[in-house]
């Protein structure tokens, strides 16, 4: 019980001199903190405001994805609501978002190493946009994405930095932390870990559609080319997010009684496409062609 304060500074009994000088230094580091914007409160609010700004995804006026797209990963929620039991949510559309834990940082201010979850927001912002990037030397920006084609899912915000969506094999202490399945989070260096190709969800066509176009807003497989798991958004479990209660989002294969991949692994790769009721698009003043928010089919 020696460590234990019986009495404040106040009073005068034991280094009460150095408690006071104590307790003004840290009033005045608190201050000085403040003062440059460096308090963790001030961080995580101007980081959630610079990631809910709005983002433009990219046009498409022949309805393919290419490389350098501007694109959000959505999933489609479920049409059933009756087949939930008491205390399970129901999944709804959610959109493969980044997720910041304690806003920690490096350097000046570059993130690493983020988790991604399945927000229900499904408004285009920083938070929610990726880039189609190539995998492979012989692709170029422009060119079309096709089935079975390697590719990255890069960060759209600035104040990430390009990070690149990473999945491995299942460690002991590399796992997601609810599911205890294979990780999906983003990292700063591109790696054959970081490479994915898009299947088609049908699994008797699959051999059909192998080197063509990949559409957008079509729901497909997001396959991991290393382990060959999809990308998979996990209804049965919920984090806290400083947005809410979001999804866990690991790389794990669900399959049905009819050796078929469930909705959970079923994604949609949205692009501005005319004339798509899944992203309207609505014409201008001046004939340019701006993008709405995101609203689900019915």
């Not at 006026?61 to 959505?74: A, K, L, N, P, Y």
């Not at 809410?244 to 994604?267: F, Q």
Request: proline letters at 5%; charged letters at 25%; hydrophobic letters at 35%.
């Amino acid at each position: 019980m020696a460590h234990v304060r019986t009495y404040n500074s106040s009073v005068r009994v034991g280094n009460w001199n150095e408690d006071i000088q104590l307790e003004e230094d840290s009033l005045k580091d608190f201050l000085e903190r403040r003062a440059k914007g460096q308090l963790l409160i001030q961080k995580s609010s101007g980081l959630m405001g610079k990631m809910s700004q709005p983002v433009q995804l990219s046009t498409s006026s022949d309805g393919c994805v290419r490389f350098g797209d501007t694109i959000m990963v959505v999933n489609k929620g479920n049409p059933d609501r009756t087949v939930y039991g008491i205390g399970q949510q129901p999944r709804d559309d959610s959109a493969l978002a980044l997720h910041i834990p304690d806003m920690n940082t490096d350097g000046e201010g570059s993130l690493t190493s983020l988790v991604v979850v399945g927000s229900k927001n499904l408004s285009p912002t920083y938070r929610t946009a990726f880039k189609v990037i190539p995998a492979e030397v012989d692709n170029q920006i422009g060119d079309k994405l096709h089935y079975g084609q390697p590719f990255l899912l890069v960060t759209a915000a600035p104040e990430t930095g390009e990070l690149s969506l990473f999945s491995d094999v299942i460690l002991f202490n590399r796992s997601t932390e609810k599911a205890r399945h294979q990780v999906a989070h983003l990292i700063p260096e591109r790696s054959f870990k970081c490479a994915w190709q898009i299947e088609h969800k049908n699994p008797l066509l699959r051999l059909e559609y192998e080197h063509e176009p990949v559409l957008a807003n079509e729901e497909c497989l997001i396959q991991h080319c290393k382990t060959h798991q999809n990308l998979c958004l996990e209804e049965k479990y919920l984090v806290n997010t400083f947005f809410g209660r979001e999804y866990e989002i690991s790389a794990h294969t669900y399959l049905d009684s009819h050796k078929v991949e469930k909705a959970v692994n079923l994604w949609s790769l949205v692009l501005a496409v005319a004339g798509d009721r899944t992203y309207p698009i609505s014409l201008s003043q001046n004939g340019s062609q701006e993008p709405k928010a995101l609203k689900p089919s019915v």
